[in-house]
């Protein structure tokens, strides 16, 4: 493949993906589980698992390209806060993986106030001032 159409492909996929909402956790979780059900049903052949994984794909596929961006934004939010705990208990198994010793993740985690977006911030850095990732709103907490 020249360069040239590698760029012609790549400009075509972000033409495609104009105005579309693109990939999101609830879509990775939906695709990593299929996958991970895709695998089992290799070893253990349960048809319905089959279908339940192609449902699951291309339901997250659906998802990725849809165009009413808000809906799928808010079907997301719901996913994160339904998952919050989960994820959080996963993310703090990581975080003793990498980290070691410490049990507790030395992060607080506050709500912006303007959007209800969960922000991390390292904890023992003094007054500091946190802007959302989501919506830019400032605010000063102590960490
Ligand atoms: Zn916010």
Redesign the pocket.
């Known amino acids: 493949m020249t360069m040239n159409q590698k760029m012609t492909l790549k400009q075509r996929m972000l033409n495609f993906m104009q105005g579309r909402y693109g990939v999101d956790q609830l879509s990775g979780f939906l695709i990593w589980t299929a996958v991970i059900i895709a695998v089992i049903t290799m070893f253990v052949r349960v048809p319905v698992l089959q279908i339940v994984t192609w449902v699951m794909i291309i339901y997250a596929y659906v998802r990725i390209f849809s165009k009413q961006i808000n809906k799928r934004y808010a079907q997301n939010q719901k996913f994160l806060d339904a998952t919050w705990g989960i994820r959080k208990f996963f993310a703090d198994i990581r975080y003793r993986i990498k980290y070691g010793k410490q049990t507790a993740e030395p992060y607080h985690i506050y709500k ?6 969960k922000i991390r911030v390292p904890k023992g850095k003094g007054k500091i001032m946190i802007t ?6 400032q605010f000063k907490k102590k960490s």
């Open positions: 912006c106030r303007k959007c209800g977006q959302c990732p989501k919506c830019k709103y």
